[in-house]
């Protein structure tokens, strides 16, 4: 069975909250605040791998170098970033 995308969800959930606590001196109090937010809004995440998968489809959108949206840099630039800033930046 071949995967449309390099991540599935289950794959995306797991490496997004690994890029979101990798430079975090708190990691405990991060993955509450991380909790917290799932909690209240279950759906998020899967919003974040909806926009990822989104741009990945669109090279006419955003060039070729949507295929690259599901390496680490690019996480850490868009959803992993967003996450910082919701949940208030460096823990």
Known sequence: MTKKYPLT???YHKKIIEL???NKTDKEDAMNRLNNLL???PDFMEGLYAETCFRYDHP???SETC???FGDYLLESIPVNTLNML???QI
């Open 67 to 69: 295929k690259k949206v």
């Open 87 to 89: 949940l208030g930046g």
């Open 39 to 41: 909690n209240a809004e």
């Open 20 to 22: 979101f606590l990798k």
């Open 9 to 11: 969800y289950e794959e």
């Open 60 to 62: 006419e959108i955003y």
